[in-house]
């Protein structure tokens, strides 16, 4: 008998104590698979494709490709250069798959089908965890958690081309794909930073919750959610805000959900999203008209990282 779940929306979620990643059906949360890892599963993509899932093991210091299909790891990489190796993007329009490994502070550029590596260069900061990617993929963002900026990279030319500062330890960082305004959450000082696309510059900053983590932004670009690691909760951030005649993002709620919120993902008609709360072993199931928590789905033991797998 052929299996359901691989032809229904799954979520893939990677538990860092489990050394797993769960397969998570969306529409009813049970587990329909479960893939072993590399120590430490932390992040996650899906190649354009859809038939790999690439999962950064920060701990193991390898990169694995599993196969959505099979459900088994197919490939895995590994580099001296390797340490801490974290955020991950898929670069689709050039067939790329960009990672940055954090204490190394390296950038490496892989063929998102083969896996091959195609460059390494360094971001020449400090603690560089998370990587994204300006709506037309021209431009690399990266935060630098112990620099308190952003590296901005040009992705053809593989050239740094500013280091705009932001607010204290820097993590989650996302775009706004209709301004291609660019979205910093602090974990230091609780504190969005929102940068202008052409000058870098910090045009404003609004305030978080505690130790922000993530910034996920909607498929259509009008919100973005923030986790909110020490506070429980999820700030949901009005990219069109007006305030004082300006436009300017702005927390509009802020949700109470699991212990430890981390990976945040929408589904792609964004009427849900999902985020995984790492000490209570679950993901929220968040409803988006109504910016309510409206259901837990089971995970393993420190979920994380998280993505959404089209079927």
Known sequence: MADASATTDQLLVLNKDDDTVSFLDVETGATTAVVETDFNPHEVAISPDGSRAYVTCSLGDSLLAIDTDERAVVDRFEHDLFDFPHGLAVRESAGELWLVSTYSSQLFVFDVETMALLETFPTYQDKSHMVTLSPDETTAYVANIGSDNVTVVDCDDRRVVADPPVGESPEGIGVDPDTGELLVANQDDGMLSVLDPETFE?????????????????????YALVPNRESDSVSVVDTDHVRDGDRRPWEIARLP???????TVFAPDGERAFVANNKTNDVSVVDIDTFAEVERYDAGIHPDGIAYLER
């Open 202 to 222: 910090e045009t404003s900053r609004a305030l978080l919750g505690e130790t922000p983590i993530r910034v996920m932004l909607s498929p259509d670009g009008r």
């Open 257 to 263: 959900v699991g212990i430890w919120p981390g990976g």
